[in-house]
T-cell receptor, first 114, second 115 residues
Framework: SQQGEEDPQALSIQEGENATMNCSYK?????LQWYRQNSGRGLVHLIL?????REKHSGRLRVTLDTSKKSSSLLITASRAADTASYFC??????????????FGQGTILTVHP | GAGVSQSPSNKVTEKGKDVELRCDPI?????LYWYRQRLGQGLEFLIY????????KSGLPSDRFSAERTGESVSTLTIQRTQQEDSAVYLC?????????????FGDGTRLSIL
């Protein structure tokens, strides 16, 4: 079963606008990661945020994490047509022995119109 | 090749046949994962190998599914007596493992179609 739930399921914006995607999860986590998937391709890692971090930046990406609400958001600023893809959050659960095992959400389909 | 390599990229087979999917991880990555992705869906965890430890098979959907990995090299995922519901993209990923705070690197997957 999928722990993460992403919102919205689909997002359509114009080039230059910002895109915000949200992810909620249910259990305690070690870290949360965001991935991108272009059509017909594998996933590409974007950013990892640890459970003791609240915000992280990478280029035009900004990720926040609120462990009290068990939620995260991914903001893409000044979007480009090339950002069109599916975006997935994934959580690594705290504890256990399967270090690195991730649970993925259902994804948000982002379409950026030129 | 620096990335994760999967073969074949596409596989079409008849219901009831066995299929074998292959994954070449990034050299030096001790962890290897298999996922299934149905059309328009997220990733469904299947199995996880970490070094010489016993694999985590908790995601395998039935006993028709099995996977092997020799050491820290190639892995094969085998589906026996395929069913139409097995149609999906099967993705492999590898990573270093340091307390789980490592990204996974994915191959482009094998698109499996069961007729």
């Amino acid at each position: 079963s999928q722990q993460g739930e992403e919102d919205p399921q689909a997002l359509s914006i114009q080039e230059g606008e910002n895109a915000t995607m949200n992810c909620s999860y249910k259990t305690s986590i070690n870290n949360l990661q965001w991935y991108r998937q272009n059509s017909g391709r594998g996933l590409v890692h974007l950013i990892l945020i640890r459970s003791n971090e609240r915000e992280k930046h990478s280029g035009r990406l900004r990720v926040t994490l609120d462990t009290s609400k068990k939620s995260s958001s991914l903001l893409i600023t000044a979007s480009r047509a090339a950002d069109t893809a599916s975006y997935f959050c994934a959580t690594a659960n705290a504890g256990g022995t399967s270090y690195g095992k991730l649970t993925f959400g259902q994804g948000t389909i982002l379409t950026v119109h030129p | 090749g620096a990335g994760v390599s999967q073969s074949p990229s596409n596989k079409v087979t008849e219901k009831g046949k066995d299929v074998e999917l292959r994954c070449d991880p990034i050299s030096g990555h001790t962890a290897l994962y298999w996922y299934r992705q149905r059309l328009g869906q997220g990733l469904e965890f299947l199995i996880y190998f970490q070094g010489n430890s016993a694999p985590d098979k908790s995601g395998l959907p039935s006993d028709r599914f099995s996977a092997e990995r020799t050491g820290e090299s190639v892995s094969t995922l085998t589906i026996q007596r395929t069913q139409q519901e097995d149609s999906a993209v099967y993705l492999c990923a590898s990573s270093l493992v340091k307390k789980g705070n490592q990204p996974q690197h994915f191959g482009d997957g094998t698109r499996l179609s069961i007729l």
